[in-house]
């Protein structure tokens, strides 16, 4: 069985830095394209990041490019984002999902696995 956890979301205040880390379970991460997705209140989900799961491939929102790094540790089954510059327009639930020998896909309907969702509050 599959499962993606999420942690290290909190409260931060602009300017400031988060790492979210997405510990997955019941899979050879490294056969996986990992993303990460948010979702504020009232809005879709909408696309972060995400990386091809041969980890040649790396695509950012233009909302958090050059804010925003994926990263992976495939031993540790962890991908991670790390998060810079934070601003109040950053603040929803950050997801990760996966899906195997993905492409590293902007489309949410292309992970077939999530994990439950961790919060992220930017205080002005």
């Known amino acids: 069985q599959v499962q993606l956890v999420e942690s290290g979301g909190g409260l931060v205040q602009a300017g400031g830095s988060l790492r979210l880390s997405c510990a997955a379970s019941?899979?050879?991460?490294?056969?996986?394209?990992v993303a990460w997705f948010r979702q504020a209140p009232g809005k879709d989900r909408e696309f972060v990041a995400a990386?091809?799961?041969?980890?040649?491939?790396?695509y950012y929102a233009d909302s958090v490019k050059g804010r925003f790094t994926i990263s992976r540790d495939n031993a540790k089954n962890t991908v991670y984002l790390q998060m810079n510059s934070l601003k109040p327009q950053d603040t929803a639930i950050y997801y990760c999902?996966?899906?195997?020998?993905?492409?590293?896909?902007?489309?949410?309907?292309?992970?077939?696995?999530w994990g439950q969702g961790t919060q992220v509050t930017v205080s002005s």
């Open positions: 990386r091809s799961w041969s980890g040649g491939n790396t």
């Open positions: 019941g899979v050879t991460f490294s056969s996986y394209a």
């Open positions: 999902a996966a899906e195997i020998k993905g492409s590293g896909s902007y489309y949410a309907l292309h992970y077939h696995y």
